[in-house]
């Protein structure tokens, strides 16, 4: 007999266990994502992502007790406004009464161990819905709209986040963000994970949706990455590095497995963080919910796969469930 033969060697749960070694999904794999809203007693629920909600500051924070009991070691804070106003500078994003800012003290003391990275991007506060400053021709002012990022950065990590994590995709935001954390003294306090590698996605939707942001007109294409684009991706990971990003994150997963591949073998130390998104997380739940497939063998399997792509954290919706499963065997 010749060739390699496989039975013996995953001939027993702990040799398989063994085979995958490195693809572990445990608490520390895991980052939750949280729309927050105003209202500090509210629940929202969202259509589009059936199990995913909106919550309250109040109600979030016993929502959150029983996931901490279970592991829960970090989470991913976007802010949704109503009634706050939205203009053309999104200044509600860094308004003493933007729900981020009001929560981030409490979910600090309550949860003093919990990593709490808050999402920063103007596209759920400006009128326009886009994620940077427009000039009067529709076309983004890079400079006027950077210097934004980095004063809402400074808020949130002034407010008590230990990692800001900005989505915008406009140029050079991560060395004007560091500039300012670091000329505040914050640099050793609070850390960048850079959305390096976000490709303009047909994922997204949902989320647009559950964080009322998207554009009125228009749309992302000219600021996020082309989906073919695999050099693209590359330099904008290496531009992130250059300026200063801690952490490194490629979006959507599914569809993107080899660019989180490449971004890892080009960035092996730094943390790598791949966020199934909004559009991955309906897919999942509609299929299993109609029966086409069962969600934990489908949803394990994924997050597997991102595991195995070089991703270090994977940034999911299905945390709850994850961590209910885990906690299971
Ligand atoms: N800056 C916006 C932002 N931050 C995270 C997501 C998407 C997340 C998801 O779909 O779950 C988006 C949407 C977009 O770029 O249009």
């Given amino acids: 007999m010749s060739g390699i033969q496989f039975h013996s060697s995953i001939s027993h749960a702990a040799l398989r266990e063994w085979a ?8 520390a794999n895991l980052m939750y994502p949280i729309f927050v809203v105003e209202n500090d007693d509210a629940v929202e629920e969202i259509p589009s992502m059936p199990g995913v909600k909106r919550y309250g500051g109040n109600i979030l924070l016993d929502v959150l007790a029983p996931l ?3 592991g829960l070691k970090s989470i991913l804070l976007f802010g949704v406004i109503d009634k706050l106003p939205k203009d053309s500078t999104g200044s509600s994003a860094d308004s003493s009464q933007n729900p981020i800012i009001r929560l981030l003290p409490r979910i600090r003391s309550r949860f003093p161990d919990l990593l709490v990275a808050c999402d920063v991007c103007l596209c759920p506060y400006t009128d326009h819905g886009h994620c940077g400053i427009l000039r009067e021709d529709g076309t983004i002012e890079n400079e006027a709209s950077i210097e934004r990022l980095a004063k809402i950065s400074l808020a949130y990590a002034k407010a008590g986040a230990n990692v800001v994590a900005p989505s915008d995709m406009m140029d050079n ?3 004007a963000i560091k500039d300012i954390l670091r000329r505040e003294g914050l640099q050793e306090k609070v850390s960048v994970l850079s959305y390096a590698v976000k490709f303009a996605s047909g994922f997204y939707g ?5 964080a009322k942001s998207a554009p009125a007109f228009g749309d992302r294409s000219c600021y996020q990455l082309p989906p073919g684009s695999r050099g693209l991706a590359s330099r904008a990971a290496a531009r992130d590095v250059e300026e200063g990003a801690d952490m490194l994150m490629v979006k959507p997963g599914l569809a993107y497995l080899d660019i989180i591949r490449d971004t890892k073998n080009q960035f092996p130390n730094h943390p790598l963080f791949v966020y199934q998104v909004s559009g991955e997380y309906a897919m999942i739940h509609w299929a299993a919910e109609k029966g086409a497939l069962d969600l934990r063998r489908a949803l394990f399997e994924v997050l597997k796969s991102f595991r195995r792509a070089g991703a270090d954290v994977i940034i999911t919706y299905f945390v709850p469930r994850i961590l209910e499963e885990i906690s299971k065997k």
């Fill in 20 to 27: 995958e070694s490195g693809t572990e999904i445990g608490p």
């Fill in 206 to 210: 949902p989320f647009r949706d559950a």
């Fill in 173 to 175: 935001r991560i060395r």
């Fill in 68 to 70: 901490v009991a279970k």
